[in-house]
C-alpha cells in the first residue's frame, strides 16, 4: 500500500543550522503531512501541503512538494536543541487514516 | 479540551493475558483510529472507525478487536497477549472528510512477557 518513505534515516547537526528532510512516495495523492515525534511522546502534526501547492511556510518550517517527483522536503531553519525529534511524513487514506514512513530522527546539538 | 486520551500509560501483561486499551475523544470527531509502533519504525494501523458502531480493520489487525458504541470511545482489546503484540500503542482521531490532521494520544507502552 501506499507509504511514504523518509530520507535521511537520521541526521545530526548543530544548532542553528538548518535541517532538510525528505519523502518519497509512490501514488498520486490529495495531500501530504509531516508529523513531528518527541521521544516518548505521541505525534504532532506540523503542516499539511495539498497537492496543487508548492511550497508552504509555518514558522520556521518551510515545506515543499513536487508531484511529478512525487516527493516532498522538510526544512527545518536555524535548528534548535528542541527541534530534536523523529519526523513523519504521512499520506492521509480515506475514513481518517494515514500510512507514515518510517520517520527521520534529527538530534540537534546545542 | 483534554484532546485525545489513553490509559493506561504503562503496562507489563503475561503471555496469555487480555487487557483494553482505552481511548477518549473530547473533540467530537467521527473516524478514530489504532496504530501501533515498534522501535525505530513508524505507525501501522491496527483498526480504524468512521462513527459510532462502524469499524474496519487496517494493515496489522491480528489479535485484537476494537467497538464503538460512542462517538468518544474506541477502545482496542487484547484477546490473547503475544510477545510480539510488545509496542507502543496510539489512538488518533480526526474530522471528515477524512483527509485532514489527525491528533494523537500520548501513546500506550506495553510489554508482553
Known amino acids: 500500500s501506499q507509504q511514504g518513505e523518509e530520507d535521511p534515516q537520521a541526521l545530526s547537526i548543530q544548532e542553528g543550522e538548518n535541517a532538510t528532510m525528505n519523502c518519497s512516495y509512490k501514488?498520486?495523492?490529495?495531500?501530504l503531512q509531516w508529523y513531528r515525534q518527541n521521544s516518548g511522546r505521541g505525534l504532532v502534526h506540523l503542516i499539511l501541503i495539498r497537492s496543487n501547492e508548492r511550497e508552504k511556510h509555518s514558522g520556521r518550517l518551510r515545506v515543499t512538494l513536487d508531484t511529478s517527483k512525487k516527493s516532498s522536503s522538510l526544512l527545518i531553519t536555524a535548528s534548535r536543541a528542541a527541534d530534536t525529534a523523529s519526523y513523519f511524513c504521512?499520506?492521509?487514506?480515506?475514513?481518517?487514516?494515514?500510512?507514515f514512513g518510517d520517520g527521520t530522527t534529527l538530534t540537534v546539538k546545542p | 479540551n483534554a484532546g485525545v486520551t489513553q490509559t493506561p500509560k504503562f503496562q507489563v501483561l503475561k503471555t496469555g493475558q487480555s487487557m483494553t486499551l482505552q481511548c477518549a475523544q473530547d473533540?467530537?470527531?467521527?473516524?478514530m483510529s489504532w496504530y501501533r509502533q515498534d522501535p525505530g519504525m513508524g505507525l501501522r494501523l491496527i483498526h480504524y472507525?468512521?462513527?459510532?458502531?462502524?469499524?474496519d480493520q487496517g494493515e496489522v489487525p491480528n489479535g485484537y478487536n476494537v467497538s464503538r458504541s460512542t462517538t468518544e470511545d474506541f477502545p482496542l482489546r487484547l484477546l490473547s497477549a503475544a510477545p510480539s503484540q510488545t509496542s507502543v500503542y496510539f489512538c488518533?482521531?480526526?474530522?471528515?472528510?477524512?483527509?485532514?490532521?489527525?491528533?494523537f494520544g500520548p501513546g500506550t507502552r506495553l510489554t508482553v512477557l
Open positions: 501514488t498520486s495523492i490529495n495531500n
Open positions: 472507525s468512521v462513527g459510532a458502531g462502524i469499524t
Open positions: 488518533a482521531s480526526s474530522y471528515p472528510p477524512g483527509l485532514n490532521e489527525q491528533f
Open positions: 473533540m467530537n470527531h467521527e473516524y
Open positions: 504521512a499520506l492521509p487514506l480515506y475514513a481518517g487514516k494515514s500510512t
